[in-house]
């Protein structure tokens, strides 16, 4: 039956001229209309050639935010609109608002729902009362390639289960129970589909993939999005096997609407839809407009095509008409379940942004999520944690940086940030702490790469080999002062992030300079490390005593930063992506396929490298503590399982220490023979669990048959028949096995 309020809805869309209609289909950038006097002949209106009339029936605003800024524009805008069909105001929330948390894949790293949850609603919440909407996360494609730069914003990593259980977490958590209550925000999951297996590792590019690997690896965590209700997707840039996915039916139509039963609303990536002409599909700009329509793309973000080309189409043809109305009633639907036809504003308020944004409360909480995503990859001979009264060199670019917040954090206040160097100075003492920079992040000539491709004033490399040589040598007098040296050091904010795929993985070539050069003075020497993807470090590793990855932690990162490194907490995260030993490697995963010949000797004909080690560097779930956790007797409750029944699976872990902390004890399963080949594990339950001193636990686990399925040549999701081997262990290399057998 349908309500009165739905009733209304499709009332006011026969009320709607087809201009009004395709309006709602366009997203622009919504500082256009904080100007007092709109000009359609310059700037972003000439760009996308959009009228002053055409700009009044837009449906949707891009990244601006800020409640006396929303409604400013809202009631511009609806002073202007015929039937004062309100804004959506969309935003790129993806690691926080004011607050920024860890980026995504650091977030992963906590194999905590909980850090998920809480960091999803504070977001949601700051920056709901700012007035946003909608929010353009997660980001839930799965990452195997660390040359790719969006490996930042994947939560799940390189792992399905993990994008599975993350995806329904981060969604639902935004979500809430109702989108219209004060501090829930709409859900946009992206990048639809498998962005993430770009080939090369460079952003935009292809994917080609059979659908059984498709739907096998990449399609899980963006199902369960769906089936949790998020209320958007994003397509992707990138073509699925030789269409791209802006304009794929069968990804589009087929699957998502038609499968996966996706009633919400699907919008394209920024300008993706005129895109389609370069990649070679659409013949032009009107093409592209069908095309993307027949497809099923409710919203066109800041390109010129819907709004300039889809009324010629609407006109000729009914079922194109059709196509639009279904759209549009999806995006009035959104509006509605939002509360945006009672308040247009939502539930932005001033007032509540100066109580709530960056209050104690929540920046005390922020700290001690951001604490869980640190991964401790190294502590040879436990130099760490370190001793309050030694006297400590902190060297290294981060170690007097604010710049610690990611690429995306593009509305926190960086100023606010504290640096490990104040903070560890206010810990121990200014007597106790030493600083030297030692280096920049890169040198002059590949900070003006980046410079200049984003058209902003390059640098002068004047006397740059003479500087960097000098900046050393006072590294090296303060480190000779010390007992131990910090070392703060790591990729710059704008090498990840999109736009940002790299060749060459590795610390920068300064910064490895400066490594060498302390080595030599036989000093202990611990290594904070900052990134946005796996990063290369088998050239340094045996340099260092400690290594403690922190990727980019956010606005609360010094002081998350410096109580694991005194031990005033226990470092518990695990990498949700492995390693590699060289670039040459990448993609690298931990659940990849058996070989014909797999590297198991010296022998040569093997799948294998000549140069490095086959396996990566730090595999995917490593993660070390200042604990010592021992594994033991693992146990199974019968050795045969039928359909309808379950096996519980046991382990001991004991913490053989004097630290309390964190373990994340990981489970996989193997499928030993199968009528298609299967990998050599696959992650099927985790646990974090709490261990006080010498404490020893029975953890167990139960496997049903639900976790032996998979997608066969026939694209069924079967279990077949069987012996399976089920591992337990702190990684997915570190594991005690055992049998068992399915019979169906």
């Known amino acids: 039956m349908i309500n009165i309020k739905d009733k209304e809805i499709k009332e ?13 289909m366009v997203q622009v950038a919504g500082d256009i209309f904080l100007e007092d006097d709109i000009n359609v002949s310059t700037g972003p209106l000439k760009n996308l050639e959009l009228s002053e009339e055409k700009l009044y029936n837009v449906g949707s605003i891009l990244n601006v935010i800020g409640a006396e800024r929303v409604k400013k524009i809202q009631d511009k805008y609806l002073s202007k609109n015929r039937l004062k069909i309100p804004l959506l105001f969309m935003d790129d929330i993806i690691n926080g608002y004011k607050i920024a948390f860890p980026i995504p894949i650091a977030q992963g790293c906590s194999w905590n729902l909980e850090v998920l949850r809480n960091i999803a609603k504070i977001s949601a919440m700051e920056s709901n009362i700012a007035g946003a909407n909608v929010n353009f996360s997660p980001m839930v494609d799965l990452s195997r390639d660390a040359r790719w730069g969006r490996v930042m914003e994947s939560v799940g990593g390189e792992d399905p289960y993990l994008g599975k259980v993350y995806a329904k977490a981060t969604v639902k958590a935004y ?18 589909a498998a962005y993430g297996a770009v080939e090369a590792g460079r952003d935009y590019n292809t994917v080609d993939m059979s659908e059984r690997e498709f739907r096998q690896y990449y399609l899980p965590a963006y199902k369960e999005a769906i089936e949790n209700g998020a209320e958007m997707l994003m397509t992707s840039f990138n073509i699925l096997n030789g269409v791209p996915a802006t304009v794929n039916k069968w990804l589009i139509q087929d699957l998502l ?33 069908l095309n993307a329509i027949k497809a099923g793309v409710d919203i066109d973000m800041m390109s010129k095509i819907y709004a300039n080309y889809l009324k010629k189409w609407c006109l000729e043809d009914k079922e194109i008409e059709n196509k639009v109305n279904e759209s549009v009633l999806r995006i009035l639907n959104l509006k509605n379940k939002l509360g945006l036809f009672e308040n247009p504003y939502s539930n932005a308020d001033v007032e509540k942004e100066k109580r709530y944004i ?60 504290s640096t490990i160097l104040d903070v560890v100075k206010n810990k121990v003492g200014n007597e106790n702490v030493l600083y030297s920079k030692g280096t920049e ?57 999109e736009a940002c795929s790299r060749s060459n993985i590795g610390l920068p070539e300064n910064q490895v300079n400066l490594i060498n050069e ?35 932690p956010g606005t609360t990162g010094a002081e998350a930063i410096t109580e694991v490194l005194f031990g005033d907490v226990n470092p518990s995260g695990k990498l949700t992506m492995s390693f590699p030993q060289n670039v040459g490697q990448c993609p690298i995963y931990y659940n990849h396929y058996s070989t014909g010949r797999p590297h198991n000797s010296d022998f040569k004909y093997l799948s294998r490298y000549q140069d490095i080690e086959t396996e990566s560097f730090y595999p995917f779930g490593y993660g070390l503590s200042y604990c010592k956790f021992i594994y033991s007797n693992l146990q199974i409750s019968k050795s045969k399982m039928r359909k309808d029944e379950s096996i519980l699976v046991g382990v001991d872990v004991e913490n053989k220490s004097q630290y309390e902390g964190y373990e994340i004890i990981e489970m996989y399963i193997q499928d030993l023979y199968a009528s298609v080949v299967r990998p050599v594990k696959e992650l099927k339950g985790f646990q974090k669990v709490f261990f006080k001193p010498f404490e020893k636990k029975k953890i167990e686990f139960e496997i049903n048959s639900e976790m032996l399925k998979f997608w066969n040549n026939d694209l069924k999701y079967v279990v077949e028949s069987g012996e399976f081997k089920v591992f337990i262990g702190s990684s997915s290399k570190d594991t005690l096995e055992e049998k068992f057998e399915f019979i169906d």
């Not at 829930?184 to 639809?192: E, F, M, R, T």
């Not at 170690?399 to 995306?408: E, K, L, P, Q």
């Not at 030599?520 to 993807?533: A, E």
Request: overall charge neutral.
């Open 257 to 289: 609407r038609k499968e996966l039963k996706f009633k919400g609303v699907i919008i394209s990536d920024y300008g993706a839809i005129e895109e389609t002409i370069a990649h070679g599909f659409s013949k032009n700009e009107e093409y592209a407009a």
């Open 12 to 24: 006011l869309l026969n009320e709607m001229t087809i201009d009004e209609k395709i309006g709602q």
């Open 441 to 497: 992040i890169l040198r002059c000539e590949e900070i003006n790469k980046i410079l200049k491709v984003e058209n902003m004033q390059t640098i002068s490399i004047d006397n740059e080999p003479l500087k960097e040589k000098e900046a050393i040598e006072k590294a090296k007098e303060v480190a000779e002062k010390s007992d131990i040296i910090i070392l703060l050091l790591g990729e710059h904010y704008k090498q990840s992030g």
């Open 518 to 552: 302390l080595y030599k003075l036989n000093k202990k020497m611990v290594m904070v490390l900052f990134n946005g993807r796996p990063i290369q470090l088998n050239n340094v590793e045996n340099k260092l005593d400690a290594i403690l990855e922190v990727w980019f």
């Open 175 to 192: 979500q809430g129970e109702d989108i219209s209550r004060l501090g829930n925000i709409a859900s946009c999951v992206k990048h639809i």
């Open 358 to 417: 960056m209050n104690k409360t929540n920046l005390e909480k922020a700290k001690k999520l951001t604490q869980e995503t640190f991964v401790l990859l190294k502590n040879k001979d436990n130099v760490l944690p370190l001793n309050n009264n030694s006297k400590i060199a902190l060297i290294g670019p981060y170690a007097d940086n604010i710049a610690i917040t990611g690429s995306w954090s593009m509305f926190s206040d960086k100023t606010k940030n």
